[in-house]
Protein backbone atom coordinates (compact mmCIF):
# COMPACT_ATOMS: atom_id res chain seq x y z
CA UNK A 1 0.00 0.00 0.00
CA UNK A 2 1.25 3.87 -0.90
CA UNK A 3 0.40 6.76 1.44
CA UNK A 4 1.28 9.94 0.20
CA UNK A 5 1.62 12.39 3.60
CA UNK A 6 1.44 16.38 2.70
CA UNK A 7 2.63 19.27 4.81
CA UNK A 8 3.39 22.80 5.30
CA UNK A 9 -0.15 24.61 4.25
CA UNK A 10 -1.74 26.96 6.46
CA UNK A 11 -2.86 30.78 6.62
CA UNK A 12 -0.80 33.38 5.27
CA UNK A 13 -1.33 37.30 4.31
CA UNK A 14 -1.11 38.26 0.44
CA UNK A 15 2.28 38.38 -1.07
CA UNK A 16 3.94 36.18 1.45
CA UNK A 17 5.08 32.49 0.93
CA UNK A 18 4.46 28.97 1.88
CA UNK A 19 6.61 25.63 1.03
CA UNK A 20 4.28 22.24 0.95
CA UNK A 21 6.04 19.01 1.05
CA UNK A 22 4.64 15.55 0.02
CA UNK A 23 6.39 12.24 1.11
CA UNK A 24 5.47 8.75 -0.59
CA UNK A 25 5.68 5.35 1.63
CA UNK A 26 4.68 2.04 1.46
CA UNK A 27 5.68 -0.24 -1.55
CA UNK A 28 7.23 1.68 -3.89
CA UNK A 29 9.10 0.34 -7.08
CA UNK A 30 9.38 3.43 -8.92
CA UNK A 31 8.07 6.89 -9.25
CA UNK A 32 7.38 8.33 -12.61
CA UNK A 33 6.21 11.74 -11.78
CA UNK A 34 5.40 13.84 -8.68
CA UNK A 35 2.66 16.60 -8.76
CA UNK A 36 0.84 19.18 -6.56
CA UNK A 37 -2.79 20.45 -8.04
CA UNK A 38 -5.69 22.24 -6.30
CA UNK A 39 -9.31 22.46 -6.04
CA UNK A 40 -11.66 25.10 -5.31
CA UNK A 41 -15.76 23.92 -3.84
CA UNK A 42 -17.77 22.95 -6.41
CA UNK A 43 -14.21 23.50 -8.44
CA UNK A 44 -12.44 20.88 -10.96
CA UNK A 45 -9.40 19.79 -9.19
CA UNK A 46 -6.49 21.83 -11.79
CA UNK A 47 -2.74 21.30 -12.24
CA UNK A 48 -0.70 23.72 -10.36
CA UNK A 49 2.89 21.99 -10.92
CA UNK A 50 4.61 18.69 -11.71
CA UNK A 51 8.13 17.32 -11.59
CA UNK A 52 9.27 14.02 -13.72
CA UNK A 53 11.87 11.26 -12.35
CA UNK A 54 14.55 13.30 -14.78
CA UNK A 55 13.51 16.76 -13.16
CA UNK A 56 11.62 18.35 -15.72
CA UNK A 57 9.22 20.23 -15.03
CA UNK A 58 5.36 21.91 -15.82
CA UNK A 59 3.61 24.87 -13.91
CA UNK A 60 0.06 26.03 -14.75
CA UNK A 61 -0.06 29.56 -16.22
CA UNK A 62 -1.16 31.22 -13.04
CA UNK A 63 1.69 30.53 -11.13
CA UNK A 64 4.55 30.62 -13.65
CA UNK A 65 7.36 32.27 -12.00
CA UNK A 66 5.68 32.80 -8.48
CA UNK A 67 5.50 28.70 -7.76
CA UNK A 68 8.78 26.29 -7.37
CA UNK A 69 8.20 22.44 -7.59
CA UNK A 70 10.95 19.73 -6.84
CA UNK A 71 11.78 16.88 -5.65
CA UNK A 72 13.87 14.73 -3.73
CA UNK A 73 14.26 11.09 -5.42
CA UNK A 74 16.30 9.43 -2.72
CA UNK A 75 13.25 10.69 -0.40
CA UNK A 76 10.55 10.41 -2.60
CA UNK A 77 9.50 13.71 -1.43
CA UNK A 78 8.41 16.50 -3.61
CA UNK A 79 8.16 20.03 -2.53
CA UNK A 80 6.38 23.39 -3.65
CA UNK A 81 7.81 26.62 -2.88
CA UNK A 82 4.80 29.38 -2.94
CA UNK A 83 5.93 32.99 -3.06
CA UNK A 84 3.82 36.16 -3.63
CA UNK A 85 0.73 34.18 -3.08
CA UNK A 86 -2.48 36.12 -3.86
CA UNK A 87 -5.73 35.56 -2.92
CA UNK A 88 -6.99 33.24 -5.67
CA UNK A 89 -4.27 30.87 -4.79
CA UNK A 90 -6.51 29.96 -1.81
CA UNK A 91 -7.66 26.56 -2.31
CA UNK A 92 -7.21 22.59 -1.07
CA UNK A 93 -3.80 21.23 -2.50
CA UNK A 94 -3.42 17.67 -3.21
CA UNK A 95 0.14 16.08 -3.76
CA UNK A 96 -0.83 13.51 -6.56
CA UNK A 97 2.46 10.56 -7.87
CA UNK A 98 2.30 8.50 -11.18
CA UNK A 99 4.04 5.75 -10.03
CA UNK A 100 4.67 1.81 -9.48
CA UNK A 101 4.54 -0.74 -7.11
CA UNK A 102 5.82 -3.51 -9.10
CA UNK A 103 6.84 -4.63 -12.21
CA UNK A 104 2.84 -3.65 -13.94
CA UNK A 105 1.54 -0.46 -15.25
CA UNK A 106 1.80 2.61 -13.34
CA UNK A 107 -0.71 4.12 -11.16
CA UNK A 108 -2.03 7.22 -9.48
CA UNK A 109 -1.52 8.24 -6.08
CA UNK A 110 -3.50 10.59 -4.37
CA UNK A 111 -2.73 12.75 -0.81
CA UNK A 112 -5.26 13.86 1.75
CA UNK A 113 -5.08 17.52 0.88
CA UNK A 114 -3.46 20.26 2.58
CA UNK A 115 -5.78 23.73 2.75
CA UNK A 116 -4.00 27.08 1.79
CA UNK A 117 -5.81 30.14 2.49
CA UNK A 118 -3.92 33.56 1.15
CA UNK A 119 -5.82 36.36 3.39
CA UNK A 120 -5.11 39.68 5.23
Known amino acids: QVQLVESGGGLVQPGGSLRLSCAAS????????MGWYRQLPGKQRELVAS???????NYADSVKGRFTISRDNAKNTVYLQMNSLKPEDTAVYYC??????????????WGQGTQVTVSS
Open 96 to 109: NALLRTGLGPSGNY
Open 26 to 33: GKIFFINA
Open 51 to 57: ITSGGST
